[in-house]
């Protein structure tokens, strides 16, 4: 199995419990709300053509979709987008259906200059080739468009201090070796990967109100509460 179809293999199996993760009940729906402002200051009026890159189970998509976006989510975990799929049919009938197709999110198989917006959460920690990944990237959003992206320091003490096994045997060294940015102990090494792709404009804003929530509730099974960041930039 190649390094992508390991992470494929770990994701499609943990779809069901990820997704659950995402829509904790003891939340009450504050996360939603808090998610909702936190896309809405980063993102252009809606509507806007945005590409979900590595959309997952949904949430990020059809939160986006909620704000009256044309959303597209691609991802290559079948099982997250078996889900994603029925959280799409969960949808408001007023709300536009998102576009969920199978795709890689290290090369986007869309023509120049397709989408306003490029969105991601938790995917920069588990970027294969993110130097290919970017200029892809950069490739399909419009030169006025933006990059959106959440991610966190997850695992500054390295991969394997992760306490599911089936995790750590999905995460093994070849796999570990492929992802530059899994193990970064700062935000900055993900806002540098940027720059040194080619995007301008570079901004980290970190999201103090998600992290006051997780500390209410606790973060999501087998994370610990860390601070997000809002990376934001321009092609």
């Known amino acids: 199995m190649s390094v992508q179809d390991r992470m494929n293999d770990y994701w499609s199996r943990r779809a069901p419990a990820y997704d659950a993760g995402q829509h ?11 998610w909702a402002e936190v896309w809405s200051a980063a993102l ?10 590595g959309c997952g189970s949904g949430y990020v998509t059809t939160l986006l979709a909620g704000l009256g976006h044309r959303v597209t989510g691609i991802d290559l975990a079948d099982g997250m987008l078996e ?5 799409v049919a969960e949808l408001p009938a007023t709300t536009r259906p998102p576009r969920l197709l199978r795709g890689d999110m290290v090369a986007p198989d869309f023509p120049d200059d397709s989408f306003d917006v490029l969105a991601g959460r938790y995917v920069l920690w588990t970027l294969r080739e993110p130097g290919a990944a970017l200029a892809a990237w ?3 959003l419009r030169p006025d468009g933006v990059l959106a ?14 306490g599911s096994e089936d995790f750590t045997g999905s995460y093994d060294d070849t796999v570990r070796a492929a992802l530059p940015l899994a193990e970064a102990g700062s935000i900055e090494a993900s806002a540098q990967a940027l720059r040194d792709g080619g995007f301008r404009d570079v901004e980290v804003t970190p999201l103090t109100g998600l ?10 099974p087998g994370h610990d509460v860390r601070l997000q960041f809002l990376l934001t930039a321009r092609p």
């Open 83 to 87: 889900v994603a799929q029925q959280r």
């Open 138 to 140: 950069r490739r399909v």
């Open 44 to 53: 252009p009026p809606a509507p806007a053509d945005v590409l979900d890159l």
């Open 24 to 34: 904790r009940p003891e939340h009450g729906g504050r996360d939603r709300a808090l």
């Open 149 to 162: 992206m959440v991610d966190s320091t997850w695992f500054p003490d390295g991969l394997g201090s992760h």
């Open 211 to 220: 992290l006051e929530l997780d500390r209410a509730h606790g973060a999501a």
